[in-house]
Structures are given as C-alpha cells and as structure tokens.
C-alpha cells in the first residue's frame, strides 16, 4: 500500500484535491438548496408545501448515477453544454439536498408551535419567525443527521469517476488497471476518503456538543 502511494502520490493527491473541491461546491450548495425546500414544505402554501413534497421524493427516491448521468448526457444534448465534473458536482448536490431538505424539515417541526406563536405575537412576520427563531433551534436539534449527510456527500463524490475522471475513484481505477494491484490500490483511496471524512465527523460531533 505504501509503495502505491509513493509511486503515485503525485496522482492520488490531485485525486484527493478534485474530490474536495466538488465536496466543498456541493455542501454549500446541498445545503442552500435543502434549507429553502425544507421550507417549503412547512409553510402554509399548499402549492409550495407540494413543490418542495415532489422535489424531496423525486430526487431521494432516484439513484445518484442516475441523476449525474441526466446531467452528464441530456442537458448537454438538449440544453447547454456543461464538462463531466460540471455535470458530477450538479447531481451529487442536487442529490443530496433532498436529503437535507428532509432533515431540516424534520427540524423544523420538531420546534414547538408555540415558538412560532409567540414569535408572531411580537409582530413579527412568518419569514422573520422563520429565520431568526425557528431555523436557528432547528439547525441545532439536526446537526447529528446533518454531520452524516455530509459525510456521505464526500463518499457520494465517487460518482465523479463514471462521468469527470480526476476524482479519487477515478484514480483508483487508473492505477489499479495499470499495476493490477487492486486491493493496495483502493486501500490508499480508502484511507485518503478517511482523511476527509474523519475530520469532519469529529467537527459535527463537536459542533453538536458546543450547541447543546
């Protein structure tokens, strides 16, 4: 395994660097997008609760490669043209945002109603009640589930092999085809997902025991 390493660290390490930053574009965004359609399917809008309803059931329920080859063949045919990590990094998030939206929205309701009661009887709006003291206790009740969303985004990222190339995975491959040493190959790349992944469960474990 070590001398796997050595001999194509230079390549794993761009690997590693690819699947970061997909990570990272995905995460903000997963999350930006969970949070509005966690929303929106509490609010009183029937419309809206059904919109956000059809998207978390669609998205959660479709496989990810799935997904990620929609965006890697059809939209470049028929809509604009988008590159394979494009195309990776626009299904994992799109993807995973089901899931957060989920469980944001299981945060959400698991707020008191009187919360929302009282914060109106302040004369503040629904949007205000919603931001400044609904979310911020449901962000705090959710963040177990959300530090394992995350974690499974950065392990999701492997979908990037079949479409973008770079990626760890993708690397892996390579190099096991080419020294046909396939269990010291993914090996590295397994150790190389823990050093992303451990870090940042340790930093949700902790951010939970801040918070409580």
Avoid: C
Wanted: glycine share 8%.
């Amino acid at each position: 395994m070590i001398n796997i390493f050595t001999k194509f660290s230079g390549q794993l390490l761009v690997g590693l660097g690819w699947t970061v930053f997909s990570s990272v574009i995905a995460l903000f965004f997963s999350l930006i997008i969970g949070t509005i359609f966690a929303i929106m399917e509490v609010v009183p809008s029937k419309v809206a609760r059904v919109i956000g309803r059809a998207y978390v059931e669609i998205l959660r329920n479709i496989p990810l490669l799935v997904i990620t080859m929609f965006f890697y063949l059809v939209i470049p045919m028929y809509v604009v043209k988008i590159n394979g990590f494009t195309a990776g990094t626009i299904g994992l998030t799109l993807y995973t945002s089901a899931f957060i939206a989920e469980t944001i929205r299981s945060g959400i309701q698991s707020v008191s109603g009187g919360q929302m009661e009282g914060a109106r009887s302040t004369g503040m709006t629904y949007w205000q009640a919603m931001r400044y003291i609904i979310l911020p206790q449901a962000f705090k009740i959710v963040i177990p589930p959300l530090g394992n969303q995350f974690v499974n985004l950065v392990k999701n990222s492997s979908v990037l092999a079949f479409v973008a190339g770079f990626d760890l995975m993708y690397q892996a491959n390579s190099i096991a085809s080419t020294t046909f040493d396939t269990i010291n190959s993914y090996l590295v790349v397994g150790v190389l997902y823990l050093i992303i992944t451990l870090p940042l469960s340790y930093y949700m474990q902790h951010l939970e025991k801040k918070l409580a």
